[in-house]
């Protein structure tokens, strides 16, 4: 399940709009509908929401973003900001709770360090 059929189900239980559960998530009922759809109108793609966005949703929805996450396919992307930016990232969960800055910025490097590890073992 994508993360706009946890919402349409949620909704459709719950009879709720979209815009009504824009509003308790304080995201726009365009961006709803656009979840909705999995569909990225900009690009044409599926669309990639932020953890930001799961957070608001899983609010509304009186979940925790872990279950939410859990309810989620393998393959539902994430768009993810900042100090992510340079990871292309499908499925990640992991918990940062607690760390500056400057642990995620040396867990980046960690994960890039495996990475480049297994590119590594694969060329060998």
């Known amino acids: 399940m994508f993360l706009g059929d946890l919402i349409k189900q949620y909704r459709t239980q719950n009879k709720i709009s979209q815009r009504d559960f824009a509003k308790l998530c304080n995201l726009s009922h365009t961006y709803i509908a656009a979840l909705e759809k999995n569909i990225d109108s900009r690009t044409g793609k599926p669309i990639a929401p932020t953890l930001d966005t799961v957070k608001h949703i899983s609010k509304a929805m009186n979940m925790s973003v872990e279950d939410v996450l859990h309810l989620l396919e393998n393959n539902q992307e994430f768009a993810l900001k900042n100090e992510f930016k340079n990871f292309n990232v499908s499925y990640t969960l992991i918990d940062t709770e607690g760390l500056d800055e400057d642990?995620?910025?040396?867990?980046?490097?960690?994960?890039?360090?495996?990475?480049?590890?297994?590119?590594?073992?694969?060329?060998?």
Do not use: G
């Open 103 to 124: 642990d995620i910025a040396e867990l980046n490097r960690f994960i890039e360090f495996i990475r480049n590890k297994k590119k590594k073992e694969i060329n060998n």
